[in-house]
């Protein structure tokens, strides 16, 4: 691993990230998108976006001229296709091209644009299933991976390997992340579609409502989950661009996890649900532990900074605000 600067940067004595800089951030609507544009917004640099009704990232020729045009000095690539085990099982098509045309139009519409720097985003779901734990990064690509999300998973693969590529090819200061299990502001909590923890938010929050005596959750509730508050995410975002220049991928994460019948306690206490929780074995479990060594970003100076059961009280308080819940 390498953490300085590229040559041409070094010679001219510019940063990775200089101060005020024009960062677009690609899927600032999202939940990561959103928290991004927040932080570097805070850090006093000029964020441009696009919503997906005036740019369709899927578009290679659209999204080169947007680039051409505004000629930013960093991309983020926070646009994805993302969702649960229900939501990768029923549309695997969908999770595999959308996210291969995005990253292709973006990563090189950003090249040809001359953007000096690009991060992009892949997900610590893309390591192999039986990965040793804690996962260090050079595990990609060593084993099998988790069935439920193996297209997915290769389309976020190959967003990796194409960064690389440039680096390799062309001497771009293009690097990569992999996040870990992601919740906060701006969350899905669309049961057909949403991860965990959103989904056991709002279950538990309806059920209180309902005054259901019992809530019955997907699979035994052994496996074990690392989550991370997304302005801690945001927050570690910056700081590789802002000190990273590394080929290898870096995990995000707080490495820390615990099992999903803990996590569905925890929100269970916070939500104030007082009914019981079913487990219904029959259905799939997932990949049994996920956590992420996080020692390369630690090396950078960076810790995550909210406690998980805070930052489930936030993320519950701001869906108390929306629509959805209050229906």
């Given at each position: 691993m390498t953490t300085e600067l590229p040559q041409?940067?070094?010679?001219?004595?510019?940063?990775?990230?200089?101060?005020?800089?024009?960062?677009?951030?690609?899927?600032?609507?999202?939940?990561?998108?959103?928290?991004?544009a927040r932080r570097l917004t805070a850090d006093g640099h000029e964020v441009v976006t696009r919503g997906r009704d005036e740019l369709d990232l899927r578009d290679a020729a659209a999204t080169g001229r947007f680039l051409r045009d505004v000629r930013p000095d960093a991309v983020v690539l926070a646009a994805a296709k993302v969702g649960g085990i229900m939501a990768n099982s029923t549309w695997p098509v969908q999770f595999l091209e959308d996210n291969l045309r995005i990253q292709l139009s973006v990563i090189a519409g950003a090249h040809a644009a001359g953007t000096p720097r690009l991060l992009f985003l892949g997900s610590s779901c893309i390591y192999p299933r039986r990965a040793p734990q804690p996962i260090r990064e050079?595990?990609?690509?060593?084993?099998?991976?988790?069935?439920?999300?193996?297209?997915?998973?290769?389309a976020k693969i190959a967003g990796i390997v194409q960064t690389q590529s440039y680096r390799r090819q062309y001497g771009a200061s293009y690097i990569s992340a992999m996040p870990t299990n992601l919740y906060g502001p701006g969350d899905n909590f669309d049961l057909e579609t949403s991860h965990v923890l959103p989904a056991l938010i709002r279950r538990f929050h309806e059920a209180r409502r309902e005054r259901a005596p019992e809530v019955t959750l997907?699979?035994?509730?052994?496996?074990?989950?690392?989550?991370?508050?997304?302005?801690?995410?945001?927050?570690?975002?910056?700081?590789?661009l802002e000190a990273y220049d590394g080929d290898e991928p870096v995990n995000i994460g707080c490495g820390v996890d615990l099992t999903i019948r803990e996590l569905a306690a925890t929100v269970r206490e916070v939500t104030g649900y007082q009914g019981r929780i079913a487990w219904d074995a029959s259905?799939?479990?997932?990949?049994?532990?996920?956590?992420?060594?996080?020692?390369?970003?630690?090396?950078?100076?960076?810790?995550?900074?909210?406690?998980?059961?805070?930052?489930?009280?936030?993320?519950?308080?701001?869906?108390?605000?929306?629509?959805?819940?209050?229906?």
């Open positions: 041409e940067s070094r010679k001219l004595g510019r940063p990775l990230l200089s101060p005020g800089a024009r960062v677009f951030v690609a899927g600032h609507r999202g939940l990561v998108g959103s928290a991004l050079d595990s990609l690509l060593t084993g099998p991976l988790e069935p439920t999300n193996e297209a997915y998973a290769l997907w699979g035994s509730g052994s496996p074990r989950r690392e989550f991370l508050h997304v302005d801690d995410l945001a927050a570690a975002c910056v700081r590789l259905k799939p479990d997932g990949t049994p532990r996920k956590l992420l060594d996080v020692s390369r970003l630690t090396s950078l100076g960076f810790t995550p900074r909210i406690p998980l059961r805070d930052g489930i009280a936030r993320t519950y308080a701001w869906w108390l605000g929306q629509p959805a819940a209050r229906g």
